[in-house]
């Protein structure tokens, strides 16, 4: 059994999708501490003259070193009014736009105070979309004590899991000794980011590592096949 493991993301790239398909189980890891300037708050769309964030202001001040799980999101600003706004701006032309801005836009109607629900709701929502099956598990809910490689493994174990599928970055900060002691195996994902017709293309040239939401808007069910490098039709 193949599982994988990653952070929270806002409206996550296309990468992140992929690994979850490869995987029979995936873990979100929202008992880690959260980071800034990545991508658990914020992430890509393509507009008429490039690409730009997408950012959900958070609540940092005095609270450095909290957990992902803890972070609360500061709905002082009107944060969801411009992230729809730009959806219809930006996207209100693509093929698939109504078919699931409208799901998408009641996810945001539904105030939420903390980062991760409000990731994990959205995070479910593409993943029906994409009619992803594997099974969704919250780190928190799973009494990891370990850190580190240690961590990853231990997940694996508690999971029965035999597999562990890893990002590429991974080769970076893996103790790959570990896994082969612990009897869990270790691979790493084989993504090719695929190129696919985009909302404005005539005037640039094709924008990689965008939200996946990109994908979605343009192709609708095709998006999958898309996804894993398969022929597809938008028919």
């Known amino acids: 059994m193949i599982y994988s493991v990653h952070q929270p993301q806002y409206i996550p790239w ?42 959900v202001p958070v609540i940092t001040k005095g609270k450095r070193y909290q957990l992902i799980k803890d972070v609360r999101i500061d709905n002082s600003l009107d944060w969801r009014r411009r992230h729809k706004n730009s959806l219809k701006t930006w996207y209100g032309k693509a093929k698939y736009f109504d078919k699931y801005f409208a799901q998408l836009e009641q996810l945001y109607n539904n ?14 929502f593409l993943l029906s979309v994409l009619e992803i099956k594997s099974k969704i598990y919250l780190e928190s809910s799973m009494n990891i ?29 893996l ?19 695929p ?11 094709f924008i990689p590592f965008l939200s996946v939401i990109d994908l979605i808007f343009n192709h609708g069910k095709s998006s999958m096949d898309i996804l894993m490098g398969r022929k597809y039709s938008d028919k």
Request: proline share 1%; aromatic share 12%; with cysteine.
């Open 145 to 173: 004590e370990t850190k580190s490689t240690k961590r990853i493994i231990e997940i694996g174990k508690t999971l029965k899991a035999d597999v562990y599928l890893s990002g590429a970055g991974g080769r970076d900060y």
């Open 195 to 205: 190129q696919y017709t985009q909302l404005y293309s005539h005037n640039s040239q």
């Open 14 to 55: 296309l990468g992140y999708f992929h690994k979850i398909a490869e995987s029979d189980i995936f873990v979100i890891l929202d008992n880690v501490q959260y980071k800034q300037r990545e991508f658990q708050n914020r992430n890509k769309i393509r507009t008429k003259l490039g690409w730009i964030w997408l950012a």
């Open 175 to 193: 103790e790959e000794n570990l896994f082969l002691d612990s009897g869990i195996k270790l691979e790493y994902q084989d993504f090719v980011h």
């Open 111 to 124: 105030p939420r105070d903390r980062l991760c629900d409000l990731n994990i709701e959205i995070i479910k």
